[in-house]
Each structure stands twice: as C-alpha cells, then as structure tokens.
C-alpha cells in the first residue's frame, strides 16, 4: 500500500477563512455534557514550555461549559502508551497530542482515526500545519504550533569573539573551530537521546543533495546509501572527529545539551524551535541567545529556504470518538485560534492572529516565513519500523571508526523489508 513518506511541503503564504466565521459554523449545539479524554505528551504544570495547554485546557471549557476535558498528560511516554492502546483497540482516547507523519498514518492504515478532512479543511492556519496533519489527502487533525529546526548562537559570546552568524556551512565549521579554540565546545549534542543528532543530518543530506534527496530514497526511487547520504554522513563523522560536540556527545544528553548553552559552555545548537521559550526565558540563562536559519553549502544542492520541521503541537482523534465529532470540532477548533495560541511564550504558531513574544521566536518565524520548502522529521514521517533505525544510523556517526557507509546500506535493506525494494 501507498504511505505518503518522505513528504516536502511547498509553502504558500496562505491563510483559509477568518477563525470566527469558521467556528460559528461549527457551532451546533450539544444535546448534553460530554466528555473528551485527551492524551497528550504536554503538562499543565505552568511551566513556560506547557503555557499554551496550562492555559488551553481551563480557557476551552470556559468557552464550552458543557464540554468536560479529562487531560491526562503522559510526557516522554505518550507513544508508547498510545502504541499499545491502538494495538488492543481498547482504552482508547477520544484525542491525543499528535505530531503527524508516519505515526498518525499508521494508526489511519490500521483503521483506528476519524476521517475529520471536511470538519478541518477550513480551519485557519498554514500550509505546512495542515500537511503534517494530512495522510492520503485526508485530515486528522489541527496543529496549533509548528516547529522548525534551526541555529541556535550565542550572540555574547560570538561578539566577544569578533564572530558573524554563518550564511554558508564553511562559515559555520570556521566559527566551530574559534569557538574550540577558546574551549568552548562548538555544538551542543544531546547525543545520548539519539533523537536530537537526526537535525543536523537532514539539513546536510538536503544541502548535498537537495530537496529531493530524501523523500526519493523514502519513496525507494533512489538508496539511502547514495551520494548524497555518504558524503553528509562522512562529512559529519569528521565534524564529530574534530570535536565540535565535545568529547563524549553520546554520553550527554538533551537536557545536558540545554545546560551547555544556558552556562555558556556551547555555542551553538542545531535543535527545534520549541528551544525559544526556554533559551528566550532570563529565569532559564543569562545568556543572550538567538535563532537562526541553517546556512546553506558552496557548490551545494540545497539552497537556504529548504527548512526542516514539523508540527510542535498537534491534536488528532480516534475513531471510537465518532459520535463526539460535534465537541472534537469545537476543541479542534478552538484551540487554533488567536485566543488560545496566546498563552504560548515561544513555539511558532501556525495559526494567524499571534504576537510572538519571545525575540527568539520572532526570529524562528521570520526563518518560517522564507521557507520554500519544509521536509518532515525524518524519524516522524518514515514507515513506523523505520523511525528508530534512522536515529541508530546517526549515531554511528559518532563513532570515530563507525562505517557509516554499511550503517546507510544496512538501513536501506531495512526499507526494503518495510516499503518495498529501489525501482
């Protein structure tokens, strides 16, 4: 069966019908209380990282007194906790916190989703949350916030240095080698997660390669032991051997990875945009921080509007729910507008009507707004069997012999298996 893998999504500055005409037009009327049991990775802790589902939970039911959310939020363990709750098809939320991709559509696939495609079509908001929400030209969901990967600098240390942000990735392995040279490790890591070593991955496959790179080798037209994966794997092992992330970066962790640039210890980190808030935050460092685009390649391929991201925030409902559709939409709904988006401190919303508040996030934005072209997380948007592997491939990467070449042949044997062989 067809899986739309490996999607790029074309940007076009569009935003569909204004918020209040679309949720006056959902607004029928309850015939009685109900009840929505949301699953989601988010706290309402109050913390600046969950502001925007602190404050959505109580705003919502406001809104809607007849409409009661059992939020349970599950942290680090929501997927594996919805994994099993699909595979049983019992206990299942009415709503979960979904990043889209390949996860989502494997749930689609299997049955287990409410087709929402023509309750959601015109709920304002971008091109790019949309797609994420998409699988098979159908809708499942709305993503408030989107995330986008880029540089984050530190901008005291790079003027006490007498270094520019880099607008080519020489530029950026030459401000590597300065930063190293005064002992401050040049890229926080976060490699023992695994996860957060994947960013920069993508974007040099992508400024080798080019947009096409990837989603060709997920749609087995090409392998993933191509040029284009080789040279960028090679090209990292090396930035790896130079120490640009330190001396153990697969013993540290996301979290340590956060602490390095909040004591000024790294000086830059390749992450998500979801980092603005936190970074932006004086109670988190005093270091003064920013946001920038990831630089493109001389004689490269990929040129500087090709952005890696995907939904940061998203909601998606189970099929069990169908007769909640009503009080699904008006959540849905709901919490895409500007009223409920402006809690968030920092992530880039998806949906118009929000005032950044955060410098760091107006500076992601301003990186969304130039997007030509947004490729998914790779580990989001692959076959579900092939989403750990990817992260395992990278960290051989790390591994001053690791054969990197037999790690991208071995992965692509594995796409073979679990989309079908290179036609």
């Known amino acids: 069966m067809k899986k739309h893998i490996g999607r790029t999504v074309v940007i076009a ?81 009415d709503v979960f916190q979904s990043w889209g991709g390949s996860l989502m559509g494997n749930f689609v696939d299997g049955g287990m989703l409410l087709d929402l495609t023509n309750e959601l079509k015109s709920v304002p908001g971008s091109a790019a949350a949309q797609a994420a929400m998409t699988w098979k030209d159908k809708i499942y969901g709305v993503a408030p916030f989107f995330a986008i990967c880029g540089v984050f600098l530190n901008e005291g240390t790079f003027a006490k240095l007498g270094l520019a942000p880099a607008t080519t990735v020489d530029a950026l392995a030459k401000n590597a080698d300065a930063l190293l040279a005064k002992g401050i490790q040049p890229f926080a890591a976060g490699g023992k997660d695994k996860w957060p070593v994947l960013h920069l991955y993508m974007y040099l496959v992508d400024r080798f390669g080019g947009p096409n790179a990837f989603p060709d080798a997920a749609a087995r037209k090409t392998h993933f032991y191509g040029e284009p994966f ?39 980190h390749v992450t998500g945009s979801w980092m603005c808030a936190q970074y932006g935050s004086a109670d988190f460092t005093k270091e003064k921080l920013g946001f920038y685009g990831f630089p493109e390649m001389t004689g490269g391929v990929g040129p500087a509007t090709d952005v890696m991201g995907m939904t940061d925030i998203g909601f998606a409902s189970t099929k069990q729910a169908a007769g909640k559709k009503d009080a699904i939409v008006k959540f849905m709904a709901y919490s895409m507008t500007a009223d409920a988006g402006a809690a968030e401190p920092g992530r880039v919303a998806s949906m118009p009507g929000v005032t950044a508040k955060n410098p760091l996030t107006t500076q992601a934005s301003a990186v969304f707004a130039k997007a030509k072209v947004v490729q998914f997380w ?46």
């Open 230 to 268: 080789i040279k960028a794997a090679l090209f990292y092992q090396d930035w790896v051997k130079k120490g640009y992330f330190g001396k153990k970066p697969l013993g540290e962790a996301y979290g340590d990875a956060q602490q390095l640039m909040a004591n000024g210890k790294a000086g830059m």
């Open 13 to 93: 500055a569009v935003l569909v019908i204004a918020a209040g005409m679309f949720l006056a037009g959902c607004a029928k009327k309850e015939t009685g209380p109900v009840t929505l049991t949301v699953w989601a990775r988010d706290l309402t802790d109050g913390t600046p990282d969950h502001a925007y589902v602190t404050a959505l939970v109580p705003n919502f039911q406001a809104k809607y007194p007849t409409i009661k959310l059992d939020y349970v939020a599950l942290g680090e363990g929501l997927n594996d906790k919805l994994k099993v709750a699909m595979s049983a098809k019992s206990g299942l939320p």
């Open 378 to 423: 790779w580990d989001q948007n692959l076959p579900a069997a092939a989403t750990t592997p990817i992260n395992d491939v990278v960290q051989i990467f790390f591994l001053p012999n690791g054969d990197v070449k037999k790690a991208l042949t071995d992965f692509d044997k594995l796409m073979d298996e679990a989309v079908g062989p290179v036609k």
